[in-house]
């Protein structure tokens, strides 16, 4: 299956933990502490071993900016980050649709339209009533944009969206000229088939994305996973058994992809894997870090503040893992 996936073998992209020298790492993310030159949340930073993440290649790193799109080549793959300031307070609809409409045509441009992994950070994701919520108006200004440069839903890829403090929009894509494996949860109805009672453009993302590695390996991308079953929030108020929730929905997934991807070491987390943890109350973060230490030790872990897009869901996790 991953044959017909964008092969970035011949990049040989690898994502590891530390810093590496910006003419080998694609991205990194800088995820204690800002630093220049490095992709950031706009989090409080909890703790874990995860302080800083390296999306790195073999081939060579080219870089510019274009308008306030900031970009980074490495052979297939393209990276774009874009920061804007962004008023809390307002209606975040027409800015992310205009953010996305940039990056959708500068993708296009670069002949990378297809998307591998998107990651949006952006303030009071929770404000606002109903319908009116800012984060179901940031799901109708994306929808638009990617509906207008005319992706489907077998388009999308694997999604993070987190609420943060800080008054800035920050949009990051990773997209490449072929796309990679997007593969659902079982567990789970797929985010771009929610109901309508969710909001009026139903959240455009795949819960997770895989790609060809170095030497027949698989990439595995994982969204920002929640205690999610069907469509339904379950054990709203209870961050340990939304954890152990959660856990159950990783675990499905895992599996799902490592039989879809024939890659059996997929199917648990390793040392190799990667995951970044958003917790929406401070105080339940060393609860959850133990909890993940002990579920699959080795793992490697950022813990951050942020809020999950949905006001009753408390832990959400990302991942990446490779096998
Ligand atoms: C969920 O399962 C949790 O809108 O891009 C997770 C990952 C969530 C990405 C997005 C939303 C997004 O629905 C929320």
């Not at 930073?45 to 900031?70: A, F, K, M, N």
């Not at 309508?196 to 139903?202: K, W």
Request: hydrophobic residues 40%; contains cysteine; negative net charge.
């Amino acid at each position: 299956m991953l044959d017909e996936a964008v092969r970035v073998d011949r990049c040989g992209l690898k994502v590891e933990p530390g810093r590496r020298p910006d003419e080998r790492a694609l991205l990194r993310f800088a995820l204690d502490a800002p630093r220049a030159g490095a992709a950031g949340c706009g989090l409080e930073w909890l703790g874990g071993d995860l302080g800083e993440e390296s999306w790195i290649v073999e081939t060579d790193v080219r870089s510019g900016r274009s308008g306030d799109i900031d970009w980074r080549r490495a052979g297939d793959l393209l990276f774009l980050a874009l920061e804007r300031t962004d008023d809390p307070a307002a209606d975040p609809r027409q800015a992310v649709e205009s953010a996305y409409e940039h990056l959708l045509a500068m993708a296009d441009e670069a002949g990378c339209r297809q998307l591998l992994r998107a990651w949006n950070y952006l303030p009071a994701i929770n404000a606002g009533e109903g319908d009116g919520e800012r984060y179901r108006r940031f799901c109708l200004g994306r929808a638009a944009a990617l509906e207008q440069a005319g992706y489907g839903a077998g388009e999308l890829c694997a999604g993070t969206a987190i609420g943060s403090d800080e008054p800035r929009l920050r949009i990051y894509l990773l997209c490449a000229p072929s796309a990679g494996v997007n593969i659902e949860n079982p567990r789970q109805v797929s985010a771009y088939h929610y109901p309508r009672r969710y909001g009026p453009r139903s959240p455009s993302f795949a819960r997770a994305t895989a790609l060809a590695g170095p030497d027949g390996s698989a990439l595995l991308m994982i969204s920002g996973t929640a205690s999610v079953v069907g469509h339904r929030t379950v054990h709203a108020g209870d961050a340990a058994a939304q954890l152990e929730e959660l856990i159950r929905n990783l675990e499905s997934l895992l599996a799902e992809s490592a039989g879809k991807l024939d890659r059996p070491g997929l199917a648990t987390f390793d040392e190799t894997s990667l995951l970044r943890v958003y917790v929406r109350r401070a105080a339940d973060w060393p609860a959850v870090e133990r909890r993940l230490a002990e579920r699959w030790p080795g793992v490697r872990l950022a813990g951050l503040r942020g809020d999950v897009c949905r006001s009753d869901l408390l832990v959400e996790i990302e991942a990446v893992s490779r096998s």
